[in-house]
């Protein structure tokens, strides 16, 4: 269907639809806080806001990624020449290099493969939802890092409880290496007297 006044399609494709639902699986107030952790808290810019496609469009050129990933590699306080590279840079190559860049410093700081987005995800916004997941899964390991620095966004990682103690045996069942109350009893029976001997046919008529 087209618009009569300019000729123009009056609908979106499909590929605009997917994109429009995966970004808005996050409510605005989510992107506020990933926006507020991102340039609030770490790299201490006033840019703050509830609206998904601007704050991909400020990420887009990798460049603030690799601020980010600078920021929590000084809180460790590794080597400088751990430093990610980057720049300002209208070129597509190096946009998605400084993206690359970013994914595997998060993979080593312990975000797990399966909450990583792909490069494409943000610079073609394929999937805006995987790159915000990833960004709030960054925020809870930097957390569990430096706790006091950084604060999560969303819930703490979960602390793997040990399981409980097994209840002791009875003590009248400790000493014994088999017990006829946990295994069953044989009333008596044994091999000579069911007639059972190995390698040789048993004779049922008896």
Not at 130 to 137: E, Y
Request: charged share 25%; net charge neutral; proline share 5%.
């Amino acid at each position: 269907m087209t618009d009569a006044s300019n000729g123009a399609a009056d609908v979106t494709s499909l590929d605009q639809d997917l994109q429009e639902l995966r970004r808005n699986k996050f409510s605005p107030q989510s992107i506020q806080e990933i926006s507020e952790w991102i340039f609030g808290t770490l790299l201490g810019e006033k840019f703050n806001t509830r609206d998904a496609a601007q704050l991909l469009s400020r990420l887009k050129d990798g460049t603030v990624l690799c601020q980010l990933a600078n920021k929590l590699i000084e809180a460790d306080g590794s080597d400088v020449s751990n430093r990610l590279k980057y720049k300002a840079s209208k070129m597509p190559f190096v946009q998605m290099e400084q993206i690359s860049q970013f994914l595997s410093f998060a993979r080593l700081y312990g975000v797990p493969e399966d909450e990583l987005f792909q490069t494409v995800d943000l610079f073609e916004e394929k999937d805006p939802a995987s790159v915000f997941q990833t960004l709030i899964s960054l925020s809870r390991y930097a957390n569990k890092r430096h706790p006091q620095e950084f604060p999560v966004i969303g819930p703490q990682l979960a602390t793997k409880k040990p399981r409980p103690l097994k209840a002791a045996k009875p003590t009248h069942l400790q000493a014994a290496r088999w017990s006829t109350m946990e295994y069953g009893s044989m009333k008596g029976a044994s091999q000579s007297t069911e007639g059972v001997v190995f390698g040789q046919r048993r004779d049922i008529t008896k």
